[in-house]
C-alpha cells in the first residue's frame, strides 16, 4: 500500500487493497479529524466517525454509489484511537505578552494572502513543506474550487527570532468584497496587518478598502509586494502607489514571491520586529473578544478568542457578556491551524476555547467573553452581520423539504450572517427567504449545499431590502413602527399607503487603467451612480468613487465592469446607508393572472426596460404550448411591456 497523500482536513487519498485499508486502520490517525472519508482509486469506500467516546472510530465499508456494505470490524476499530486525546496538552505559560504577536494578512483577491500563509507556517514548522501545500488554510471544498477563501482560519506559529521564541497569531481573512465583515472582525483581534500587493496588478480598489479598515483600526501596516517572480512584476511602480496612496515610504515595503519562498523569511522578523505586542489590561481578570466561531458536532460551538485580560482554563464558568449565558469551559487551546488542547491561555493569546454553546447564534461574534463572578466592561462590539442580498430558497422537489431543511440549519450552524426565515409559494410550495452579505455569497452557500449536502434547490431571482415609511395607520399599527424593510418584493406596499420609499445605497470605488475611463463612466450612468471623486494614483491608473443604488450593481455590474475593461477594472463597495427612491412593483403577467414569484421592484425611470428584458427571457425560456401565451410586464392596471409567445397549434 503505498500513501499518496494525507490532507489536515477530512480525505485520505490511497493505493492499495482492502487488506491495506484494514492494516491502516490499526495505526491512529495523524490528525484531529472528526469524519474520515477513505478513498480508494478516486471511489470513496469507507467512512468513519470518532465515536461519541471520541476515543475510536466508527463506520462502514462503501460499496458503489457510497452504499453501505459492511459495517467496520470493532476489534480493528476500537484501537483506532484519535491522535489528539493521546496529545499532552501544552503549556503556553512560557509565551509571556511581549513575545506575541497577532497579525492579519489582508489584499485583493488572488494577490497571494493564502499562498505567503502557507510559507509562513511551513518556515515555522507548523506543515512540512511540501508541494501540495496550496492554500492549506482555506478547507471548505469550495474555497478550493474557486480559489477564494471563504472562512477566515487561526494558526499559531512559533518563531524563534535572535535567540528567543516567539509566538505570532496569524489571521487568514477573505478577499472578496462580500465577506469584508470577516475582515473587520479579525483585525479587531490584531495589532498589525501585512498589507498584500501583487506586483503586477498594483494597488487594486480592495487594496484601498482594506487598508482603510486597517488604517481605521490604528493598526500597524507592513507592505508585502508579492509576485515579483513573475515577468510583468513591476515592485517599483507599486512602491511609488502606495507611498502616494497610503503615505506609506517605498523603503517599508517587503518585496516578496511567496510562491517561491523568495524573501518571505524576511516578512516573519519584520512581523516581530515592527508589530507592537498586544496591549492587555495588567491585573484584569479574564476578558477576550470572540472574533470567530465553528460548529462541531460533538463539541458545540468551537469558538475563536483573543484575550485581552486574565485567563481561562478548563472548568472555568464563563459568560458571554451579550447574551448573558453561562458555560463551563471544556477546553481551550491554540490553533496550529489544528486544533492543539492547552493547560490555560494567557492574556494577549489568541486561541479557542469550547463550552457547550449549542449553535454559532449563540457566540455572537463580537461578545465579550469573562468569568462568571468577575465580570469586566464589554469590548466595544461588533454590529451583526446586515444581509444585502435576498432571495428566495425552494427544494426542487417537495418531498426534498425537510431533508433541506436539515441541510439548511447545519449550514446556517457554522455561517451566522445567513438570516433565515420561512417563505412560501403558489408554484414552488415551502420554502425560505434568505439573507446573504452579497452576491457571491449567496452562490458560495448554494454551492455548499450541493456539494456537502446534496441538495438540489431553486433560488429566486436575488433582491435587495428596500424600506417604506408607512403613511397608512392601519398599516403602521399593524407593523408596529413607521419604517418597515421589505425583503421579499411580493409584500411591497402601494404607493398610496406610503410616505416614501428608500433604496439601500454603497459607496463603490473603482480603480482602472484610465483607457477605459469613457466606457467605465458610461457605465456606471447606466447604473444610475453619482460621481463622487476622481483621482490619478499612478501615470495611467484611475480611482473613481461613485454612490450606487446596491440594487443596480447587485447582479451583474462586477461582471460587466470587469468584461469591459478586459478584467482590468477592480471593484469594492462600503454601505451608504439609505436614500429615497421612486420605485415601482412591477407584476408579470402571464395570460393576464399575475406570478407572485416574479414581482420585480425597479426604479420608475428603468421599469420600462427592465419589464421588457423580464419578458422577453420569459418568452424564450417557457416551453412553448398549445396556444398562444402573453407575457406582460404591469405597473398596477397599466401595462408596459408585452411578448406573445405563439402556440404550436398556430400557423398549420
Ligand atoms: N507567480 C506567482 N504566483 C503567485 C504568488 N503568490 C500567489 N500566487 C498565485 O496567485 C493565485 C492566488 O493566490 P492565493 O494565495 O489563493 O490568493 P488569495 O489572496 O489568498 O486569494 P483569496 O483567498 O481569493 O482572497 C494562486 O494561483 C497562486 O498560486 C507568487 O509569489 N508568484
Same mark, same amino acid.
Given at each position: 500500500?503505498?500513501?499518496?497523500?494525507?490532507?489536515?482536513?477530512?480525505?485520505?487519498?490511497?493505493?492499495?487493497? $482492502?487488506?491495506?485499508?484494514?492494516?491502516?486502520?490499526?495505526?491512529?490517525?495523524?490528525?484531529?479529524?472528526?469524519?474520515?472519508?477513505?478513498?480508494?482509486?478516486?471511489?470513496?469506500?469507507?467512512?468513519?466517525?470518532?465515536?461519541?467516546?471520541?476515543?475510536?472510530?466508527?463506520?462502514?465499508?462503501?460499496?458503489?454509489? %457510497?452504499?453501505?456494505?459492511?459495517?467496520?470490524?470493532?476489534?480493528?476499530?476500537?484501537?483506532?484511537?484519535?491522535?489528539?486525546?493521546?496529545?499532552?496538552?501544552?503549556?503556553?505559560?512560557?509565551?509571556?505578552?511581549?513575545?506575541?504577536?497577532?497579525?492579519?494578512?489582508?489584499?485583493?483577491?488572488?494577490? %497571494?494572502?493564502?499562498?505567503?500563509?502557507?510559507?509562513? !507556517?511551513?518556515?515555522?514548522?507548523?506543515?512540512?513543506?511540501?508541494?501540495?501545500?496550496?492554500?492549506?488554510?482555506?478547507?471548505?471544498?469550495?474555497?478550493?474550487?474557486?480559489?477564494?477563501?471563504?472562512?477566515?482560519?487561526?494558526?499559531?506559529?512559533?518563531?524563534?527570532?535572535?535567540?528567543?521564541?516567539?509566538?505570532?497569531?496569524?489571521?487568514?481573512?477573505?478577499?472578496?468584497?462580500?465577506?469584508?465583515?470577516?475582515?473587520?472582525?479579525?483585525?479587531?483581534?490584531?495589532?498589525?496587518?501585512?498589507?498584500?500587493?501583487?506586483?503586477?496588478?498594483?494597488?487594486?480598489?480592495?487594496?484601498?478598502?482594506?487598508? @482603510?479598515?486597517?488604517?481605521?483600526?490604528? $493598526?500597524?501596516?507592513?507592505?508585502?509586494?508579492?509576485?515579483?517572480?513573475?515577468?510583468?512584476?513591476?515592485?517599483?511602480?507599486?512602491?511609488?502607489?502606495?507611498?502616494?496612496?497610503?503615505?506609506?515610504?517605498?523603503?517599508?515595503?517587503?518585496?516578496?514571491?511567496?510562491?517561491?519562498?523568495?524573501?518571505?523569511?524576511?516578512?516573519?522578523?519584520?512581523?516581530?520586529?515592527?508589530?507592537?505586542?498586544?496591549?492587555?489590561?495588567?491585573?484584569?481578570?479574564?476578558?477576550?473578544?470572540?472574533?470567530?466561531?465553528?460548529?462541531?458536532?460533538?463539541?458545540?460551538?468551537?469558538?475563536?478568542?483573543? !484575550?485581552?485580560?486574565?485567563?481561562?482554563?478548563?472548568?472555568?464558568?464563563?459568560?458571554?457578556?451579550? =447574551?448573558?449565558?453561562?458555560?463551563?469551559?471544556?477546553?481551550?487551546?491554540?490553533?496550529?491551524?489544528?486544533?492543539?488542547?492547552?493547560?490555560?491561555? @494567557?492574556?494577549?493569546?489568541?486561541?479557542?476555547?469550547?463550552?457547550?454553546?449549542?449553535?454559532?447564534?449563540?457566540?455572537?461574534?463580537?461578545?465579550?467573553?469573562?468569568?462568571?463572578?468577575?465580570?469586566? /466592561?464589554?469590548?466595544?462590539?461588533?454590529?451583526?452581520?446586515?444581509?444585502?442580498?435576498?432571495?428566495?430558497?425552494?427544494?426542487?422537489?417537495?418531498?426534498?423539504?425537510?431533508?433541506?431543511?436539515?441541510?439548511?440549519?447545519? $449550514?446556517? !450552524?457554522?455561517?451566522?450572517?445567513?438570516?433565515?426565515?420561512?417563505? =412560501?409559494?403558489?408554484?414552488?410550495?415551502?420554502?425560505?427567504?434568505?439573507?446573504?452579505?452579497? !452576491?457571491?455569497?449567496?452562490?458560495?452557500?448554494?454551492?455548499?449545499?450541493?456539494?456537502?449536502?446534496?441538495?438540489?434547490?431553486?433560488?429566486?431571482?436575488?433582491?435587495?431590502?428596500?424600506?417604506?415609511?408607512?403613511?397608512?395607520?392601519?398599516?403602521?399599527?399593524?407593523?408596529?413602527?413607521?419604517?418597515?424593510?421589505?425583503?421579499?418584493?411580493?409584500?411591497?406596499?402601494?404607493?398610496?399607503?406610503?410616505?416614501?420609499?428608500?433604496?439601500?445605497?454603497?459607496?463603490?470605488?473603482?480603480? =482602472?487603467?484610465? /483607457?477605459?475611463?469613457? #466606457?467605465?463612466?458610461?457605465?456606471?450612468?447606466?447604473?444610475?451612480?453619482?460621481? #463622487?471623486?476622481?483621482?490619478?494614483?499612478?501615470?495611467?491608473?484611475?480611482?473613481?468613487? @461613485?454612490?450606487?443604488?446596491?440594487?443596480?450593481?447587485?447582479?451583474?455590474?462586477?461582471?460587466?465592469?470587469?468584461?469591459?475593461?478586459?478584467?482590468?477594472?477592480?471593484?469594492?463597495?462600503?454601505?451608504?446607508?439609505?436614500?429615497?427612491?421612486?420605485?415601482?412593483?412591477?407584476?408579470?403577467?402571464?395570460?393576464?393572472?399575475?406570478?407572485?414569484?416574479?414581482?420585480?421592484?425597479?426604479?420608475?425611470?428603468?421599469?420600462?426596460?427592465?419589464?421588457?428584458?423580464?419578458?422577453?427571457?420569459?418568452?424564450?425560456?417557457?416551453?412553448?404550448?398549445?396556444?398562444?401565451?402573453?407575457?406582460?410586464? =404591469?405597473?398596477?392596471?397599466?401595462?408596459?411591456?408585452?411578448?406573445?409567445?405563439?402556440?404550436?397549434?398556430?400557423?398549420?
Amino acid at each position: 500500500m503505498s500513501y499518496i497523500e494525507l490532507h489536515w482536513m477530512y480525505e485520505v487519498f490511497f493505493i492499495g487493497s $482492502l487488506d491495506g485499508l484494514w492494516r491502516m486502520l490499526t495505526v491512529p490517525p495523524r490528525h484531529t479529524a472528526r469524519c474520515l472519508h477513505l478513498w480508494m482509486w478516486k471511489h470513496p469506500v469507507c467512512t468513519l466517525h470518532r465515536h461519541l467516546s471520541g476515543r475510536r472510530w466508527t463506520g462502514g465499508i462503501l460499496g458503489g454509489r %457510497g452504499r453501505l456494505l459492511q459495517t467496520l470490524y470493532p476489534a480493528y476499530l476500537s484501537q483506532v484511537t484519535p491522535y489528539s486525546s493521546k496529545k499532552e496538552r501544552i503549556d503556553m505559560s512560557e509565551y509571556n505578552v511581549e513575545y506575541i504577536r497577532n497579525f492579519s494578512i489582508i489584499a485583493h483577491v488572488d494577490h %497571494g494572502k493564502s499562498t505567503l500563509a502557507d510559507r509562513l !507556517l511551513e518556515i515555522t514548522g507548523c506543515i512540512p513543506k511540501a508541494a501540495s501545500n496550496k492554500q492549506v488554510l482555506d478547507k471548505l471544498q469550495v474555497e478550493r474550487e474557486r480559489g477564494i477563501t471563504v472562512k477566515a482560519q487561526t494558526a499559531s506559529l512559533f518563531y524563534t527570532y535572535q535567540g528567543k521564541k516567539y509566538l505570532l497569531n496569524l489571521i487568514d481573512t477573505p478577499g472578496h468584497v462580500d465577506f469584508s465583515y470577516e475582515v473587520s472582525r479579525s483585525l479587531s483581534a490584531c495589532q498589525g496587518v501585512l498589507l498584500v500587493v501583487d506586483a503586477n496588478e498594483g494597488i487594486q480598489a480592495q487594496t484601498v478598502a482594506n487598508f @482603510y479598515l486597517a488604517f481605521e483600526a490604528q $493598526l500597524s501596516i507592513i507592505p508585502v509586494i508579492n509576485k515579483i517572480d513573475l515577468k510583468n512584476a513591476d515592485p517599483e511602480r507599486v512602491e511609488k502607489q502606495i507611498e502616494k496612496m497610503f503615505d506609506i515610504p517605498a523603503s517599508d515595503c517587503i518585496r516578496i514571491s511567496a510562491k517561491l519562498g523568495t524573501n518571505v523569511e524576511r516578512v516573519l522578523e519584520e512581523v516581530v520586529t515592527r508589530l507592537p505586542p498586544p496591549k492587555i489590561e495588567e491585573g484584569s481578570p479574564f476578558k477576550a473578544l470572540l472574533f470567530d466561531s465553528t460548529f462541531d458536532h460533538y463539541r458545540g460551538v468551537i469558538a475563536s478568542v483573543a !484575550l485581552f485580560g486574565g485567563e481561562v482554563c478548563k472548568g472555568n464558568k464563563i459568560v458571554l457578556a451579550h =447574551s448573558g449565558k453561562c458555560y463551563e469551559v471544556n477546553e481551550v487551546g491554540i490553533l496550529t491551524p489544528e486544533e492543539v488542547p492547552a493547560e490555560k491561555l @494567557y492574556a494577549g493569546q489568541v486561541g479557542y476555547l469550547t463550552a457547550g454553546m449549542k449553535d454559532v447564534q449563540e457566540a455572537q461574534i463580537g461578545d465579550t467573553v469573562h468569568l462568571l463572578k468577575q465580570p469586566v /466592561e464589554p469590548l466595544p462590539g461588533f454590529k451583526p452581520a446586515k444581509p444585502m442580498v435576498f432571495a428566495g430558497m425552494f427544494p426542487v422537489d417537495q418531498s426534498e423539504y425537510s431533508n433541506l431543511k436539515g441541510a439548511l440549519e447545519k $449550514l446556517t !450552524l457554522n455561517d451566522s450572517s445567513v438570516s433565515v426565515s420561512r417563505d =412560501s409559494s403558489a408554484a414552488l410550495g415551502a420554502g425560505w427567504r434568505l439573507g446573504f452579505l452579497g !452576491l457571491l455569497h449567496l452562490e458560495v452557500f448554494n454551492q455548499r449545499l450541493e456539494q456537502e449536502y446534496n441538495a438540489s434547490v431553486i433560488m429566486t431571482s436575488p433582491t435587495v431590502p428596500y424600506k417604506a415609511v408607512l403613511s397608512s395607520p392601519k398599516l403602521i399599527k399593524e407593523y408596529g413602527e413607521e419604517e418597515i424593510t421589505i425583503v421579499n418584493p411580493s409584500e411591497f406596499p402601494d404607493k398610496s399607503l406610503v410616505k416614501e420609499y428608500l433604496e439601500p445605497m454603497i459607496l463603490g470605488t473603482i480603480i =482602472s487603467p484610465d /483607457e477605459y475611463l469613457s #466606457k467605465i463612466m458610461s457605465l456606471c450612468q447606466t447604473r444610475r451612480a453619482e460621481q #463622487k471623486s476622481f483621482l490619478y494614483i499612478d501615470e495611467h491608473r484611475i480611482m473613481m468613487k @461613485y454612490l450606487f443604488p446596491l440594487n443596480e450593481v447587485v447582479v451583474d455590474f462586477y461582471d460587466n465592469l470587469k468584461s469591459l475593461s478586459s478584467g482590468y477594472a477592480s471593484f469594492d463597495y462600503e454601505d451608504a446607508g439609505y436614500q429615497a427612491a421612486d420605485l415601482v412593483k412591477m407584476d408579470i403577467l402571464l395570460n393576464g393572472r399575475a406570478v407572485e414569484e416574479l414581482v420585480t421592484i425597479a426604479h420608475r425611470e428603468k421599469a420600462y426596460g427592465v419589464g421588457k428584458a423580464i419578458c422577453e427571457r420569459l418568452r424564450d425560456a417557457i416551453p412553448r404550448q398549445l396556444f398562444e401565451i402573453a407575457v406582460q410586464a =404591469s405597473i398596477g392596471s397599466r401595462v408596459i411591456a408585452r411578448e406573445t409567445m405563439e402556440g404550436t397549434s398556430q400557423g398549420r
